[in-house]
């Protein structure tokens, strides 16, 4: 049995991945490590369950890959994949670049899971696997007790990798025939869709986008209208071009701080400007793409965007790099003011053009649309089960539709608790242990993702994916959660020398 220390994780989606990943590599002395997931998909959470290949995922190889400072991680899976099925899927006829599908994704995350496992496995550690929920938490002196409806476990330290949660329910549908609240996996939930209904689906993000392409995929030819209050597809993803940030990057951004309590957005705009500057890029151009999103038709953006694929125009790519990358390091610096102004006029508008679509999906809607069979809403104001059956829409410029289906594809706010962790994360704010931030989520330490209370950092307790969106902005992309794992490896590994060399120890305590 290891004599080192304990972890447990809360959650065991593609989050933990990245974590286990991290471990595996750190070199610390073995120790216990411990899973919690209830849920059926282990690794792969709801995005990258098993499902139709129609399904894409929306960034090239090199930015899926779980393991930090490897970039071709993925790449090399996907091409060992190629040699066994014979069969090279998920490249784009738009840009050249590779989008693999999301089951197949999953199938990497699972892979790549349990060749870390193995890893550990063989340098001493003790590995568990818990498909139960743990329900609540309690801060002990020295550890962290996490309890399941069954039995109680304490640990060293815990890390909670809750995930998102599934679609808001806005218009109270669920349980009335032909309402679809989850519409994965969609290979199930459009299964039994007549081929001539009219199909409504409420959203227009990247899960609108998923069901739109799987119907589609399917033969379906009966109407279908994408509902939402402002109508703003994913953005249109560029042909990859390689480069690297120069100046916005976190050491900048730390350096124009020092000294300072915030910054302004001004600071920021004059790092952008000089990244801008360096690449040959008009930053104005990014910034009227963000301001004119509402003023611009949908249909005519998405055929704007489908054309600028091969624009050797590099300011969108700069933005998509930059946010992820930086964001988190930029967000905990700003001024209250001026984080309220973005997330209030401009976050949406932000993730639609940082987390882009494949072009060709994008074809496949504008296609749709020039066929009539697909039409875009905005400004929906309610959708109510109709008397006979199926559904009646009313949008706020009077148009009203009967649809046969609606099927949900509103994400939930980022940074909102998932149900199935509310009890538990409630259990720590009541215990004092932990704070909610006021734009979603925990209060967490930039530095180590370390959760927060009175605005202390608990070396116990580290959060890692959404549940920091309200701390970090940009907490959901696997580079994101690869660079936060590596930060939460190294916090705790730090800390548990730290408390070694305090009690003389040469070997890690024991749990």
């Not at 399917?218 to 249109?236: A, C, E, T, Y």
């Not at 700069?318 to 102004?341: C, F, M, N, S, Y």
Request: hydrophobic share 40%; aromatic share 6%.
């Amino acid at each position: 049995m290891p004599s080192g220390i304990s972890i447990g994780v809360v959650g065991g989606g593609a989050a933990a991945v990245c974590l286990i990943d991290a471990l595996a590599r750190s070199g610390g002395d073995p120790g216990t490590l411990t899973l919690f997931e209830p849920s059926p998909h282990l690794w792969r959470g709801r995005a990258y369950q098993v499902d139709t290949d129609t399904l894409r995922v929306n960034a090239t190889p090199d930015d899926m890959s779980v393991r930090a400072g490897d970039l071709g991680h993925f790449e090399r899976w996907l091409q060992a994949r190629d040699r066994v099925t014979g069969v090279s899927q998920g490249f784009d006829r738009l840009s050249g670049a590779r989008f693999a599908s999301r089951p197949v994704y999953g199938e990497y995350l699972e892979e790549s899971a349990y060749a870390a496992l193995g890893e550990l496995r063989r340098g001493g550690w003790r590995v568990d696997i818990i498909g139960e929920a743990v329900t609540s938490a309690s801060r002990l002196p020295n550890q962290v007790r996490l309890s399941t409806g069954g039995q109680s476990r304490v640990f060293d330290y815990v890390v909670l990798s809750v995930g998102g949660d599934s679609p808001k329910d806005v218009y109270g549908l669920a349980g009335t025939p032909g309402f679809v609240g989850d519409p994965y996996p969609v290979s199930g939930t459009l299964a039994d869709i007549g081929e001539n209904e009219h199909v409504a689906v409420i959203g227009s993000g990247l899960t609108a986008v998923d069901i739109v392409l799987s119907l589609a995929a399917r033969g379906h030819q009966g109407p279908i209208s994408l509902l939402s209050r402002r109508g703003v597809l994913p953005g249109v993803r560029q042909r990859p071009v390689h480069f690297e940030l120069r100046h916005l990057t976190p050491e900048r951004v730390h350096t124009t701080a020092r000294g300072r309590r915030e910054l302004a957005v001004e600071d920021i705009a004059a790092v952008l400007r000089a990244e801008f500057r360096d690449a040959g890029a008009d930053l104005d151009a990014v910034v009227q793409e963000i301001l004119r999103v509402d003023l611009e038709d949908p249909v005519d953006r998405l055929r704007r965007q489908i054309d600028e694929v091969d624009s050797p125009h590099m300011g969108l790519r700069i933005l998509q790099r930059a946010v992820p990358e930086t964001g988190p390091d930029v967000w905990p610096l700003l001024r209250e003011e001026d984080k309220i102004q973005i997330l209030r006029a401009h976050y949406r508008t932000i993730m639609s053009l940082c987390c882009p679509m494949p072009p060709s999906s994008a074809a496949v809607l504008l296609d749709l649309v020039e066929t009539g069979q697909l039409e875009m809403f905005s400004g929906l104001l309610d959708i109510t089960p109709a008397d006979e059956g199926g559904f009646d829409v009313l949008a706020a410029d009077g148009t009203e539709l009967c649809a046969d289906r609606v099927i949900s594809a509103v994400n939930a706010s980022e940074g909102r608790i998932p149900t199935s962790a509310l009890s538990l994360v409630t259990s720590l704010i009541r215990a004092r242990a932990v704070s909610r931030h006021p734009h979603g989520g925990l209060q967490l330490a930039r530095a180590t993702s370390r959760l927060t209370s009175n605005g202390r950092p608990d070396p116990r307790l580290y959060g890692l994916g959404n549940i920091a969106a309200g701390a970090l902005f940009f907490t959901f992309g696997i580079p994101s959660l690869v660079d936060r794992s590596q930060d939460i490896v190294a916090a705790i590994l730090e800390h548990a020398a730290t408390v070694n060399a305090a009690l003389g120890e040469s070997t890690p305590i024991a749990a």
